[in-house]
């Protein structure tokens, strides 16, 4: 059974570009997540969605980030123009319906180095 | 507000001997939910163990369970005979009746010796 899939692994690009991040969710979870991890800050929610349906972005960061899931097996998070300050690891997780008793499933991470 | 708490940044432990890793939660919630994962240092965020808020027992997974305080608001994570790769990041995390959306503590950092 696969688990929560992620691409790429890294990213490396320079300030200015554009960054997309990918999310392949666990099949049958309606709930997934974005989540930002650096040393300073720790685990960062960005963005929640609920059956594809954005319920929770108020960790976005600012107009550069956005994120999409356009059907129940897929998810963007795009940053535009990707800045030095915004390098870290973005996971992405995914859990099943249910209320607070389901654990989250996360990906590998995308690590991502803004030069 | 911060709605969990991990005070210990980094603890260390002999091989074979039991740890606890502290996590305190604040909700006003009765119906929650707890859950502690690892993180090696490979990166990857590993789900533990999960501890309902109604559950009268304390949850156990193989050599990990959780010393579920209700009343003093605690959650604390007991690995018994450490082993060298339950070195990693440990993370306490809560999902309350509220809103759904996972809290996560700062974590605490384990490194078992040999």
């Known amino acids: 059974d696969a688990g929560v899939i992620q691409s790429p692994r890294h990213e490396v690009t320079e300030m200015g570009q554009e960054v997309t991040l990918r999310c392949k969710p666990i099949?049958?979870?309606?709930?997934l997540f974005w989540y930002r991890q650096t040393m300073m800050r720790g685990l960062e929610l960005l963005i929640y969605f609920n059956n594809n349906v954005p319920i929770d972005d108020s960790g976005m960061p600012e107009d550069r980030f956005s994120a999409k899931m356009p059907n129940a097996s897929f998810s963007t998070l795009k940053i535009q123009p990707s800045e030095p300050r915004d390098s870290a690891v973005y996971f992405c997780?995914?859990?099943?319906?249910?209320?607070?008793?389901?654990?989250?499933?996360f990906g590998n991470g995308t690590r991502l180095t803004v030069t | 507000a911060q709605k969990i708490t991990q005070t210990q940044p980094g603890m260390f432990v002999q091989e074979k001997e039991a740890v606890t890793l502290d996590c305190t939660y604040d909700t006003s919630d009765q119906s929650y939910g707890l859950f502690w994962y690892k993180q090696p240092s490979s990166g990857e965020m590993i789900f533990l163990i999960y501890?309902?808020?109604?559950?009268?027992q304390n949850a156990t997974e193989g050599r990990y369970s959780l010393n579920f305080q209700k009343a003093r608001k605690s959650a604390n994570l007991v690995i018994s005979a450490s082993q060298l790769g339950d070195s990693a990041m440990y993370f306490c995390a809560m999902r309350d009746g509220g809103s759904y959306i996972p809290t996560f503590g700062r974590g605490t950092s384990l490194i078992v010796h040999p």
């Open positions: 997780a995914s859990s099943s319906p249910a209320g607070n008793n389901s654990p989250l499933h």
């Open positions: 501890q309902g808020s109604y559950d009268e």
């Open positions: 099949s049958g979870h309606n709930s």
